[in-house]
């Protein structure tokens, strides 16, 4: 436990990560919660319900309380963030935490105080939101507070953050709801038109990260998928190539592409010389995509490359690291008032 620390938090769609000022980040866990139905009572959170998935009696629903990289169900989201933030600094409710928590850039207003407010009833007494292109980019080490372009394409489980960043700001964004769990839809699509073959998202999930592909591989790789028979409606196991999975991501992965290019055509001309120097950062689990680093070079001649650190942890480090600044910022300030 880590009592009284103030805490960033990276609340995914996919995963949530937790950093805690001083320790770095010792949460990660899914974004799921199991509840009762008969009585609305949460039965498990996090890794322990994702395995839930799918595998649930009637009256248990495993849920994933948000959706496109906002909330979908208020009630649900405070539960599981009041259990992360108790297993992570305890129940002693006198020693609140300061929290940041990052969103995505185009969220609205009404989006950004549900975010705010569900952060406060689970525990928070003071709650600073980020967006996460800007915290992507303090957890990849960039000095964002420099007058220099550098372009931040942070792709997590529900959306796709592109963003221009210089003195600290946004100087051109877009936010696209095409990420991991779309990339895993599609698969789920293509396995049924393409193979009568019905297919969960865990199994597209393993295919994405085992065999999914943005760009042609050097050499083929297969995979041997189990699923439900649409025609005959009994189980069976076909194999699968990479080929297939890069036909049936290449429509997300042309809309990931033509966003970025969007934001480039509205870049200042000064800033995209940054960039074509610098090049492309990409960050998040979904940019992980085997491949995506080359589609994105090869289509807008400035290239890509992951964050240093793990880039999935990249948006939580930032979350934490601005926390931090802010804690040493009103430490400064009652100095100066004394």
């Known amino acids: 436990m880590f009592f009284g620390s103030d805490i960033g938090i990276d609340l995914g769609t996919a995963t949530v990560l937790v950093y805690v ?49 906002v909330i979908s169900d208020y009630a ?17 409710f006198f020693l609140r935490p300061r929290i940041a928590v990052c969103v995505p850039s185009k969220v609205t207003g009404v989006e950004k105080r549900a975010v705010e407010d569900a952060t406060r009833e689970a525990g928070a007494r003071e709650v600073y939101i980020i967006e996460e292109p800007i915290a992507a980019a303090i957890g990849a080490g960039i000095d964002i507070s420099r007058a ?26 877009d936010s696209l709801k095409m990420a991991g769990d779309k990339f895993d839809e ?45 025609l005959a409606g009994l189980p069976k196991t076909i194999t699968v190539s990479s080929g297939e999975i890069m036909e049936a991501l290449s429509e997300c992965t042309s809309q990931i592409v ?30 992980m995509l085997y491949g995506l680093d080359k589609l994105i070079t090869k289509a807008t ?20 690291k601005y926390i931090e600044f802010q804690s040493e910022k009103r430490s400064k300030k009652r100095w100066r008032l004394w």
């Open 186 to 230: 599609a698969i789920v699509r293509y396995m049924r038109s393409a193979h009568q073959l019905l297919i969960g998202e865990r199994t597209a999930e393993q295919m994405k990260i085992s065999i999914g592909t943005a760009f042609p591989r050097e050499e083929d790789v297969c995979m041997d998928v189990k699923g439900r028979d649409l």
């Open 148 to 173: 220099s372009g550098s372009m931040v394409v942070d792709i997590g489980g529900g959306t796709c953050d592109v963003a221009v960043i210089s003195l600290g700001g946004n100087v051109v964004s």
């Open 258 to 287: 033509d966003t970025i290019k969007n934001v480039l055509e509205q870049t200042p001309p000064e800033l995209a010389a940054d960039i074509s120097d610098k090049g492309i950062l990409l960050t998040g689990g979904g940019a």
């Open 21 to 69: 000022k001083g320790y770095g980040i010792v949460l990660k866990e899914p974004s799921v919660v199991a509840i009762d139905k008969n009585d609305n009572s949460v039965l498990a959170v996090g890794e322990e319900a994702r395995r839930m998935l799918g595998r649930t009696p009637g009256n248990i629903v495993a849920i994933r309380p948000l959706r496109d990289g």
């Open 301 to 320: 001649g400035i290239k890509a490359m992951y964050a240093a650190e793990d880039p999935v942890s990249c948006v939580a480090i930032g979350t934490g």
């Open 76 to 92: 649900v989201t405070e539960k599981m963030l009041k259990y992360f933030i108790e297993k992570t600094v305890g129940k002693r």
